[in-house]
T-cell receptor
Framework: DAGVIQSPRHEVTEMGQEVTLRCKPI?????LFWYRQTMMRGLELLIY????????DSGMPEDRFSAKMPNASFSTLKIQPSEPRDSAVYFC?????????????FGNGTRLTVT | DAKTTQPTSMDCAEGRAANLPCNHS???????VYWYRQIHSQGPQYIIH???NNETNEMASLIITEDRKSSTLILPHATLRDTAVYYC????????????FGKGTLLTVNP
């Protein structure tokens, strides 16, 4: 089991540029989550997909953020245009949504720095 | 989801048991207690969860008080690699999402 795979591990970009973060969930998992972690705010849920459909995007900070899940094995989180305050570690997690209380399994994150 | 209260930090000697407490006095009858940990520069790692009964797996034991208002995560023989932030989370079983992370406890295992 390869676990949740995120790419890139590190991303450095300039303010105003578009950033795309990628996630491959664990095979067979049908729930996918995007979290953001900063020193100030800790771990925050941004958006949650179930069976490739966005269920709860109330944590998405603003319209500059968008997330897609075109199929069961791939998801993207896009920031356009990026701003320095978007600098954070972004985590993707997946779980077996059909199983009650299935634990979330996290990737190792993408560290985003916007200068 | 019910809020949890954990100490900010704890120390433990290598090889000794680490006992991490968590208060969740407003927990509802159908809410589970979850524990995750986050080692530096890694994603959160699932450890264990339980409802009422004590639970044990290869990583840890979870002791939940009879009134369910508090719990303790036990790492029976802590190693240096167990140094991490440990999060105690109360999660409703309705819907399969919204793990809400607090600040957790920084456990430092000393040689």
């Amino acid at each position: 089991d390869a676990g949740v795979i995120q790419s890139p591990r590190h991303e450095v970009t300039e303010m105003g540029q578009e950033v795309t973060l990628r996630c491959k969930p664990i095979s067979g998992h049908n729930s996918l989550f995007w979290y953001r972690q900063t020193m100030m705010r800790g771990l925050e849920l941004l958006i949650y997909f179930n069976n490739n459909v966005p269920i709860d995007d109330s944590g998405m900070p603003e319209d500059r953020f968008s997330a897609k899940m075109p199929n069961a094995s791939f998801s993207t989180l896009k920031i356009q245009p990026s701003e320095p305050r978007d600098s954070a570690v972004y985590f993707c997690a997946s779980s077996l949504g059909s199983v009650r209380n299935s634990p979330l399994h996290f990737g190792n994150g993408t560290r985003l720095t916007v200068t | 989801d019910a809020k949890t209260t954990q100490p900010t930090s704890m120390d433990c000697a290598e090889g000794r048991a680490a006992n991490l407490p968590c208060n969740h006095s407003t927990i509802s009858g159908n809410e589970y207690v979850y524990w995750y940990r986050q080692i530096h520069s890694q994603g959160p790692q699932y450890i264990i969860h339980g409802l009422k009964n004590n639970e044990t797996n290869e990583m840890a034991s979870l002791i939940i008080t009879e009134d369910r208002k508090s719990s303790t995560l036990i790492l029976p023989h802590a190693t240096l690699r167990d140094t991490a932030v440990y999060y105690c989370i109360v999660r409703t079983p309705t819907g399969n999402y919204k793990l809400t992370f607090g600040k957790g406890t920084l456990l430092t295992v000393n040689p």
